[in-house]
C-alpha cells in the first residue's frame, strides 16, 4: 500500500503522507506525490490540493535507508517530484508541522502556498553532508526568503522556526488550533486566485542581490572561519549567486552540477559517512536484547569544580536532580556559583529562559554530606585523577550508596576494573568520561569494565541520549579511545621540537590540516601542568622546565607560546632556549623537518593506535573512533575522522609513511598488526 493517500474534502484534495517515523521521502513516496498531483490535475471537481503528513512531522528529508541503493535514483527522483507540484494548474498548499527539511522543504517551496503551525522548523541541512538543496532549494528558496536568508540557511544548515519563517515570507500563514482544518479553509480563501505564484517565477527578493553582488562576499568574509576547510558551504553560495545571475532554468542546471561535484567528492562522503557513524556508536554489542535500564530519578556529583560542574548541569539541564557533594563550603559556593553564572551567560544569549535558570538551579541540592549520596541511584565520581584518591572515595561510595545504585568515575586514563575492585559491587561500576568543558562538549566515553553489568551500560548509554551527549562504548586500557590516541601524537610533537621543528611549525600543519588548533596551542589552552609533578627541581623534559618557571599556558600568558593581554600567541624566545638546551643534553642533531614528516609521525601513528586499539578489542568498530576524535578533540567532520581519513589516504600509504619515520618514533613504539594486515590485503578500516 502506498504512504501517500487521497481523500476530498469539498472541492479540495487532499494528499496526506503516512510513512512513519518522519515522513522520510522515499521512492514510494515521490511516486505517491506525483500520482496525487496528476489526480488533482485530471479531476475538474478538485479546485485545491492540501499537501499534509501524519505522526510527528511533515516531509522531514531524504530517507537515508535507499542512500546507495537502486531505490535512491528510481523516478520520479525529487527534482521531477517538486517541478510536477509546482506545475499543478490548481493552487496547492503544504501544511507544516514538526520539521520541513531539506527535500521536505524543497517539496514546501514547490507548492504555491505554505501554512505552519508556530512549532514548526523549516530549514536545509544538506550541507551538514558536505551536499546543497539538489531539487532546485537553491533556487526557489531565495526567490521566496530573499538572497541574505537564503544564504544563512543553505550554507550553514541551521533551522529556521515557522514565526521567523513567517516573517521572512517562507511561510505565507501561522496556524493556531487544528492544522487540516486551518489548511482546507486557507485552500478555500486561495482556490480562485490566478495567476498561481510558482516560486521559480518570482524575482523580487533577488532585486536586492542583484544591484548589491557583494553581498555574497561579505556574506563569505564574516563566515570564513566557521567555513575554513569545508567545499560545502561555498558551493552552497554558488548555487544562490546562480539564482541571482542566471534564469530560474540555467540556475537551477548549475545547482545540479555543483551537487553532483559535491556528490562525488571526498569531503561528502566523509559527512555522510559521519552521519550513520553518530548513530551506530549507539549500538552495544554483546548483550542480550532484553535488557532493561535501571531507572534513574536523582543523580549525584562528588566535586564542584570544572568537571563535577559540567557534569551536574547536564541533568540539571534535563530535568534531573543532582546532590552535589565538596569537602568545603568555599569549593562547593564557588562551584555552584560557577555554574549558575554558565547559565546566566546561556540566558542572556537568549538560548534560557530566566524561569529555565531558576528551574535547574532549583533542581540542585549543595552539601557537604557525603552520606547524602545515599539517596542517588547514579554517582557520578569527578576528583583529582589519582588512583588512590579514587579509590578511596569508591570505598567509602560502597558503604552508603543504596543498592542498585550505578557508581561512575569520570577518570580520563585510569583503570576502571581496578576502581571497581575496590567495591564489593564491580557489576554497579563504570566510567562516564566527560570531556571537558562538560556541559559544552557533546562526546561521552562510556568505559566498560571487566564486571560492568548489562543493565548498567544500557542505562549509561540511554542517560546520554537523555542528557543530550553522543555516547561511544569503551574497553578499559589507559587513557581509553581518545586520549590513548592523542599519547604518540603528543610524544611525536615534542620529538619533533628536540629534532628541529618549531612549536608554531607543527601547529600550523594541524591547523592546515582541519584540526581546531595543534598540540603546543591545546596545552598551552588546557594547561601545560595537567599531570605535571609539581616538583620544580625534578626537570626531565621540556614540559617540566616550562612548568618549573611558572609557563603554564594561557592562563599565565606564557607557556609554549608567549601572550599578551588579548591572549594572541607569539613565538616564544625563552622556549626556544630551553629546547635548544635539551637537544644539546641528548646530543640531538637539529635538521630540517618537512610539512609531511609531521604528518606521518603525529597523525600517522595516531591511526596506528586506532588500530593497536581495534587489535585490542577496546572499541567496538573504526566508525566509534572516529566519532570521539570529532566529537571530543575537533577532528574536522569533512575528513570523516582518523580511520575513514586512513582509508581515503590508503592504508599502504600510512604503513609506508610509519616505516620510514620508524627509526625516530622510539623503542616503546609498536606497529600494528591489524594495519599491516589491512594494508597488505588492500582492506579498509571504515568500508
Known amino acids: 500500500m502506498s504512504p501517500i493517500s487521497t481523500h476530498r474534502h469539498d472541492d479540495v484534495l487532499i494528499v496526506t503522507s503516512n510513512n512513519p517515523p518522519v515522513n522520510a521521502l522515499g521512492h514510494a513516496v515521490r511516486e505517491g506525490l506525483v500520482k496525487a498531483i496528476e489526480e488533482a490535475d485530471a479531476d475538474e471537481a478538485v479546485k485545491a490540493v492540501v499537501i499534509i503528513a501524519q505522526g510527528q512531522t511533515f516531509f522531514a528529508g531524504a530517507d537515508i535507508s535507499e542512500f546507495g541503493t537502486p531505490k535512491a535514483f528510481a523516478q520520479p527522483m525529487l527534482p521531477q517530484v517538486v517541478d510536477r507540484i509546482e506545475a499543478c494548474t ?18 514546501a517551496l514547490a507548492c504555491h502556498y ?31 526568503a530573499g538572497v541574505r536568508r537564503a544564504l544563512e540557511m543553505a550554507a550553514t544548515g541551521n533551522p529556521v ?22 489548511a482546507v479553509a486557507y485552500a478555500h480563501e486561495v482556490k480562485d486566485t490566478r495567476p498561481l505564484p510558482k516560486s521559480s517565477e518570482r524575482d523580487e527578493k533577488l532585486r536586492e542581490a542583484r544591484e548589491n553582488p557583494g553581498i555574497f562576499d561579505e556574506f ?46 571526498t569531503q561528502a562522503k566523509a559527512q555522510q559517512y559521519f552521519f550513520f557513524a553518530e548513530r551506530k556508536a549507539s549500538k552495544i554489542e554483546g548483550l542480550p536484547e532484553d535488557t532493561k535500564p535501571r531507572d534513574i530519578r536523582r543523580v549525584g556529583v562528588i566535586g564542584a569544580g570544572t568537571m563535577g560542574g559540567g557534569i551536574s548541569m547536564n541533568f540539571l539541564s534535563a530535568g534531573i536532580p543532582v546532590t552535589i557533594v565538596e569537602m568545603a563550603q568555599d569549593a562547593l559556593d564557588r562551584g555552584t556559583g560557577v555554574m549558575l553564572k554558565n547559565y546566566q551567560a546561556t540566558a542572556a544569549k537568549g538560548k534560557m529562559t530566566a524561569e529555565q535558570v531558576g528551574q535547574a538551579m532549583g533542581l540542585l541540592k549543595p552539601t557537604l554530606d ?52 575496590s567495591t564489593s559491587r564491580p557489576q554497579d561500576v563504570v566510567g562516564l568520561h566527560f570531556f571537558s568543558p562538560a556541559n559544552v562538549m557533546k562526546l561521552l566515553e562510556v568505559v566498560r569494565g571487566a564486571k560492568t553489568a548489562p543493565d548498567v551500560l544500557v542505562t549509561a548509554m540511554q542517560l546520554a541520549k537523555k542528557i543530550r551527549k553522543v555516547a561511544v562504548v569503551a574497553g578499559v586500557c589507559y587513557g581509553f579511545i581518545g586520549n590513548r590516541m592523542l599519547i604518540p601524537r603528543q610524544t611525536q610533537a615534542m620529538r619533533l621540537l628536540l629534532e628541529g621543528a618549531t612549536p608554531e611549525q607543527v601547529d600550523r600543519v594541524h591547523v592546515e590540516f582541519g584540526m581546531p588548533m595543534g ?30 618557571i611558572d609557563r603554564w599556558g594561557q592562563k599565565k600568558s606564557a607557556g609554549f607560546y608567549d601572550y599578551d593581554e588579548k591572549r594572541r600567541p607569539s613565538p616564544s624566545a625563552k622556549v626556544q ?86 627509526e625516530r618514533l622510539g623503542v616503546d613504539f609498536k606497529l600494528s598488526e591489524l594495519l599491516v594486515r589491512k594494508a597488505e590485503a588492500g582492506e579498509k578500516f571504515t568500508r
Open 370 to 421: 557525603f552520606d547524602a549520596l545515599s539517596e542517588c541511584d547514579l554517582i557520578i565520581e569527578a576528583v583529582f585523577e589519582n588512583m588512590d584518591v579514587k579509590k578511596e572515595v569508591f570505598g567509602r561510595l560502597d558503604k552508603i550508596a543504596k543498592p542498585g545504585a550505578i557508581l561512575a568515575s569520570n577518570t580520563s586514563y585510569l583503570n576502571i576494573d581496578e576502581i571497581a575492585a
Open 519 to 548: 598540540p603546543f596551542q591545546m596545552a598551552d589552552l588546557a594547561g601545560v601542568d595537567i599531570g605535571w609533578h609539581r616538583d620544580p627541581s625534578r626537570i626531565e623534559n621540556i614540559r617540566d622546565a616550562l612548568c618549573a
Open 577 to 662: 632556549e630551553i629546547i635548544e638546551e635539551f637537544r644539546t643534553r641528548e646530543g640531538v642533531q637539529e635538521r630540517e623537518i618537512s610539512d609531511q614528516e609531521i604528518i606521518e609521525r603525529t597523525l600517522y601513528t595516531m591511526v596506528n593506535e586506532g588500530a593497536l586499539i581495534l587489535e585490542g578489542g577496546f572499541a567496538q568498530r573504526a566508525s566509534d573512533i572516529d566519532v570521539v576524535w570529532i566529537y571530543g578533540y575537533g577532528w574536522p567532520v569533512y575528513r570523516g575522522g582518523p580511520m575513514f581519513w586512513a582509508d581515503t589516504e590508503g592504508l599502504p600509504k600510512i604503513v609506508e609513511g610509519i616505516r620510514r619515520q620508524q
Open 90 to 107: 490548481k493552487p496547492v498548499v503544504a501544511a507544516i508541522h514538526g520539521t520541513a527539511f531539506g527535500g521536505g522543504l524543497e517539496v
Open 114 to 144: 505554505r501554512v505552519a503551525v508556530p512549532s514548526a522548523k523549516l530549514g536545509v541541512p544538506e550541507v551538514k553532508l558536505g551536499l546543497l538543496p539538489g531539487a532546485g532549494g537553491t533556487q526557489r528558496l531565495p526567490r521566496v
Open 161 to 182: 522556526g515557522a514565526k521567523e519563517a513567517y516573517a521572512a515570507g517562507l511561510v505565507d500563514k501561522l496556524i493556531e488550533g487544528d492544522l487540516l482544518q486551518h
Open 220 to 265: 563569505r568574509k564574516a563566515n570564513a572561519k566557521k567555513f575554513r576547510g569545508f567545499d560545502a558551504p561555498e558551493f552552497n553560495v554558488r548555487a544562490i549567486e546562480a539564482a541571482v545571475a542566471k534564469p530560474y532554468s540555467e540556475g537551477v542546471t548549475t545547482e545540479r552540477q555543483l551537487f553532483m561535484e559535491l556528490m562525488s567528492g
